[in-house]
């Protein structure tokens, strides 16, 4: 099962808003991935960040690797209907390419 | 350039029979790693190859296997069927072995097993 904890599980966002999800570790890990899956595809990788304490912007999207290299936030900024989907962090050690998952945040737009 | 490639994308199998999925890597890149993803379990990850042998291995019996080949493409393989095997089962390339590599997913094949 998952070592990851990702919270939240589920959020609702508005047009315009900003989200934050994070993602917390028992263990060490030497890479943070964070991806977008949307309904019958798979994880798109969003932001790769390789040192601890690196702060990482893709457009809209900040993620930061934490100093304890146990954790990682992304943010999305003025979010927009197509930043509905599922939103996964994953951990990397340096022993291969076998990736950790959290559980997920599943991002809705609010009725 | 070409993402990852998975095929087939859908299947249908019968509880007792076997399924081979495959994978074509993105170009250049020389990791193959297979993940298995359910509603209950999440993201799973099966094992790793490189180089044509097997790097990494999962939580998984064994009856799942893989391989991959001289020009890194790879297969996985489900022996004996179960229900629970149904699942989105995903494919990653990585340039190389080791930490710190990005790493890509293919659209994933969906198995159904009835």
């Known amino acids: 099962g998952q070592q990851l904890n990702q919270s939240p599980q589920s959020m609702f966002i508005q047009e315009g808003e900003d989200v934050s999800m994070n993602c917390t570790s028992s263990s060490i890990f030497n890479t943070w991935l964070w991806y977008k899956q949307d309904p019958g595809e798979g994880p798109v990788l969003l932001i790769a960040?390789?040192?601890?304490?690196e702060l990482t912007s893709n457009g809209r999207l900040t993620a930061q690797f934490g100093i304890t290299r146990k954790d990682s936030f992304l943010n999305i900024s003025a979010s927009i209907p197509s930043d509905v989907g599922i939103y996964f962090c994953?951990?990397?050690?340096?022993?291969?390419?076998?990736?950790?998952f959290g559980g997920g945040t599943r991002v809705l737009v609010k009725p | 350039k070409a993402g990852v490639t998975q095929t087939p994308r859908y299947l249908i199998k019968t509880r007792g029979q076997q399924v081979t999925l495959s994978c074509s890597p993105i170009s250049g890149h020389r990791s193959v790693s297979w993940y298995q993803q359910t509603p209950g379990q999440g993201l799973q990850f099966l094992f790793e190859?490189?180089?044509?042998?097997?790097?990494n291995k999962g939580n998984f019996p064994g009856r799942f296997s893989g391989r991959q080949f001289s020009n890194s493409r790879s297969e996985m393989n489900v022996s004996t069927l179960e229900l629970g095997d149904s699942a989105l089962y995903l494919c990653?390339?990585?340039?190389?072995f080791g930490g710190g590599n990005t790493i890509y997913f293919g659209e994933g094949s969906w198995l159904t097993v009835v």
């Open positions: 960040l390789y040192k601890a304490g």
């Open positions: 994953a951990g990397q050690t340096a022993a291969g390419n076998k990736l950790t």
């Open positions: 190859y490189f180089s044509e042998t097997q790097r």
């Open positions: 990653a390339s990585s340039l190389n």
